[in-house]
């Protein structure tokens, strides 16, 4: 099992940036494809980027030149950088791992808010 703990949300004002970082521990070795998804109150679960073990990457319409996923394989972590925050980006931001069995561990949720 993966243990991911999710942080660097909070809340910025539209313009703005942060970065989410998702640390990862456990059968580290086991991970395949990790990203975030998000969830804004009322609204499904949206997936937002995606980075595989190759390191290729993929972005929901709504983010793409705004957001940047990477992951740093010696530190166990994976990063979100958020650029040019919108109010619309508001929402809980969940990390997660595919692992190579086909389940998938999540992390806690970590809250942005961008205010107008």
């Known amino acids: 099992q993966v243990q991911l703990v999710e942080s660097g949300g909070g809340l910025v004002q539209a313009g703005g940036s942060l970065r989410l970082s998702c640390a990862a521990s456990?059968?580290?070795?086991?991970?395949?494809?990790m990203g975030w998804y998000r969830q804004a109150p009322g609204k499904q679960r949206e997936l937002v980027a995606v980075?595989?073990?190759?390191?290729?990457?993929n972005y929901a319409d709504s983010v793409k030149g705004r957001f940047t996923i990477s992951r740093d394989n010696a530190k166990n972590t994976m990063y979100l950088q958020m650029n040019s925050l919108k109010p619309e980006d508001t929402a809980v931001y969940y990390c997660?791992?595919?692992?190579?069995?086909?389940?998938?561990?999540w992390g806690q949720g970590t809250q942005v808010t961008v205010s107008s």
């Open positions: 980075i595989t073990s190759g390191g290729s990457t």
């Open positions: 997660y791992a595919l692992i190579l069995n086909g389940r998938t561990d």
């Open positions: 456990g059968s580290i070795f086991s991970i395949n494809n």
